[in-house]
């Protein structure tokens, strides 16, 4: 059979052609794709800008005191993350089925506020209480305790995941990417006036405080907006010893998803604090220079992430298990393909990226950069896996593969750094293993649980 020139290209379009109509042509995926790309513009504008402002920061500081800047907010983050509740998972879960309900929806919200209340102070009391002992086992200089009590306001206001959950559900997806924006710009006037009328450490620590502060709170005026469009504005009013839907299994679903994000943030925050401890204060800082690069392919991800997640718990809710996996499948490529494009751009200009932000001194983390990055990539591609199984209500099984992988990856982070002596490279390849890892165990749990018949998810996609 002879190639005929013009019957070839009409044969290539067609196939061109059908692929595309495969990858978006259902409205479900066109839906996903426009609410992605609100999130995503505002995350590339947010992102941009707060790199803008790591590189400022990073210039006036120097490595020693962003370093120490890096170490403080670290600590904040670690123990707010353990303690303060983020109860986004939870409205999505349980809200997708009483959403047209609005006085059983507002007891829920009114439940996850209540409890987002209680764990954030008591996170900003820990914190307080904590950061003596914290200082001096890290041996860290003493004035950083005032500093870390200076800048704990941070955790008291951070009452975001009932306000994400209501605006991921109700899709005001534009609103999350405009809170992006409005709250990075905020943060970059900060940073410029202390550029052009000074400020030192105490003075960034300030910016960094009232611009997350900020941020939160305009989050919260967002979803708020949000449920008085719907009639819902009024959900602090009610009865207050009234439960919320699925009272028992709502709080075993939030205390689970918690533990679990307390489990992944330890392998995203807590490594910050081990290399601080392991090879000093300056390399705690390049770490933290190359974990923020690398944010750049989470924030191309992410948008992916939170948009599927309650688009697969309303599938799960009417049992449609081929447009699950469909949907996921697709997730995947897109989330992948973004994610490895940037990780080849960063191979070949790395360099020059760096010299140009934040400046020659850091050209040491390019390695570990490439190494943090090529985490994020099998992360990127695998971001269907966790949101699969909380749509099916099965956030244990995500927690026991989180600790298994996360033990597994302290034992390689300590010894590629100590053993291995291979400094902030390994700390990077070290989270290479850990995504490995855990991408294999989140895979064995779907697809195990897809097979099953007694899944209560019906083949009527």
């Known amino acids: 059979m002879t190639w005929n020139g013009k019957r070839g290209e009409k044969y290539l379009k067609k196939i061109k052609d059908s692929a595309f109509k495969h990858l978006a042509g259902d409205h479900l995926f066109r839906r996903i794709l426009k609410n992605s790309s609100f999130l995503l513009t505002g995350d590339a504008v947010g992102s941009g800008i707060r790199l803008i402002c790591m590189a400022l920061t990073a210039r006036v500081l120097g490595v020693e005191f962003f370093g120490v800047l890096v170490l403080i907010q670290t600590y904040v983050g670690v123990v707010d993350r353990l303690i303060n509740f983020q109860c986004w998972q ?62 704990s306001p941070v955790t008291l206001f951070n009452l975001t995941g009932t306000s994400i959950g209501v605006l991921r559900l109700f899709d005001q997806y534009r609103r999350l990417g405009l809170q992006r924006i409005y709250s990075a710009v905020f943060k970059l006037a900060g940073i410029l006036a202390l550029v052009v009328f000074g400020g030192g450490i105490w003075g960034f620590l300030f910016v960094w405080m009232v611009t997350s502060v900020v941020e939160y709170l305009l989050l919260g005026w967002f979803a708020w907006i949000t449920l008085r469009e719907r009639g819902m504005g009024d959900f602090l009013r009610g009865d207050s010893s009234s439960s919320p839907p699925n009272d028992k299994s709502l709080f075993r679903f939030m205390v689970i998803t918690n533990l679990h994000g307390s489990v992944r943030m330890s392998s995203r925050e807590v490594d ?52 699950m996996i469909l949907l996921m499948g697709k997730s995947a490529l897109l989330g992948g393909g973004l994610a490895l494009s940037v990780w080849f751009t960063f191979y070949v200009f790395g360099s020059n990226i760096i010299h140009l932000t934040v400046g020659p001194e850091f050209l040491n983390v390019l390695g570990a950069l490439l190494w943090y990055m090529g985490a994020i990539v099998l992360a990127s591609a695998g971001l269907p896996l966790s949101p699969a199984l909380l749509a099916m209500g099965r956030p244990a099984l995500i927690l026991c593969v989180d600790v298994g992988s996360t033990i597994l990856y302290y034992c390689a982070l300590f010894g590629f750094i100590m053993f291995g002596s291979l400094g902030i490279e390994g700390a990077g390849a070290a989270y290479l293993v850990y995504y490995v890892l855990w991408s294999l165990g989140m895979l064995a749990c779907l697809v195990v649980l897809i097979s099953r018949k007694n899944i209560h998810i019906l083949d009527n996609a």
């Open 90 to 151: 939870a409205v999505i879960r349980f809200g997708a089925s009483c959403v047209n309900e609005p006085d059983r929806f507002k007891k829920l919200i009114r439940y996850t506020v209540k409890v987002e209340l209680a764990t954030s102070a008591a996170a900003t009391c820990l914190t307080i209480l904590l950061s003596p002992a914290i200082v001096r086992w890290f041996g860290w200089e003493k004035a950083i305790i005032w500093m870390i009590v200076f800048y």
């Open 272 to 323: 910050t604090l081990i290399v601080g401890w392991l090879i000093g204060d300056v390399a705690a800082g390049m770490y933290k220079v190359a974990k923020l690069f690398s944010l750049i392919l989470s924030k191309l991800s992410d948008p992916i992430y939170e948009v599927v997640y309650p688009e697969l718990a309303r599938l799960v809710v009417e049992g449609r298990r081929k447009a």
